[in-house]
């Protein structure tokens, strides 16, 4: 890869020069992810805005959608599969059922549990950012050969499986 020529490698240049002594090698790997999962993100969220969702918005309302009908989880379940704070998806699902897109009710036997369910508003607007959400998505992929996609995938799933639980 010594024909690139882009930031990173010009950050590593810079380094090998100021540290010969460090092998920054990885900073062509590891710097070039951050870059692109920075962009990618900012090619996302123009979807999710184009909706008049958040980055946020969309993942709650993608985690009820895919639970399958009736749509519902309670609020630690969505924390959990959106990785974020029960404080944090307090404040999301305060907006999304201001919006009219979810309700919340008390779903245990004891009283003490709650539900969050998609409205028929929010299962329809979810519907109609999702499928542009995998357009978009299938448009960004474009960008890799199509023959090292699968390769691409399975990399990127191994690594990151040092840093997940398994399901």
Do not use: C
Not at 24 to 39: F, K
Not at 42 to 60: K, M, N, P, Q, T
Not at 151 to 167: C, K, N, Q, Y
Request: hydrophobic share 45%; proline share 4%; glycine share 8%.
């Amino acid at each position: 890869m010594t024909d690139i020529d882009d930031q990173v490698a010009r950050i590593q240049r810079a380094w090998r020069r100021e540290r010969p002594d460090l092998d920054v090698t990885p900073i062509g790997t590891i710097g070039r992810l951050h870059r692109l999962a920075l962009a990618l993100t900012e090619e996302l969220v123009i979807v999710y805005r184009a909706h008049g969702l958040s980055e946020g918005d969309f993942d709650v309302m993608a985690a009820l959608r895919r639970s399958g009908a009736p749509h519902e989880a309670s609020p630690t379940d969505l924390a959990a599969s959106t990785m974020i704070t029960s404080g944090g998806m307090s404040k999301r699902l305060d907006r999304l059922e201001g919006a009219g897109l979810v309700t919340r009710r008390i779903g245990s036997e004891d009283g003490r549990g709650r539900v969050v369910a998609l409205t028929a508003r929010g299962k329809e607007l979810i519907d109609a950012a999702f499928t542009d959400h995998v357009a978009n998505e299938q448009r960004l992929l474009a960008m890799v050969p199509e023959a090292e996609r699968e390769a691409l995938e399975s990399a990127l799933a191994g690594w990151l499986a040092h840093f997940e639980e398994p399901a």
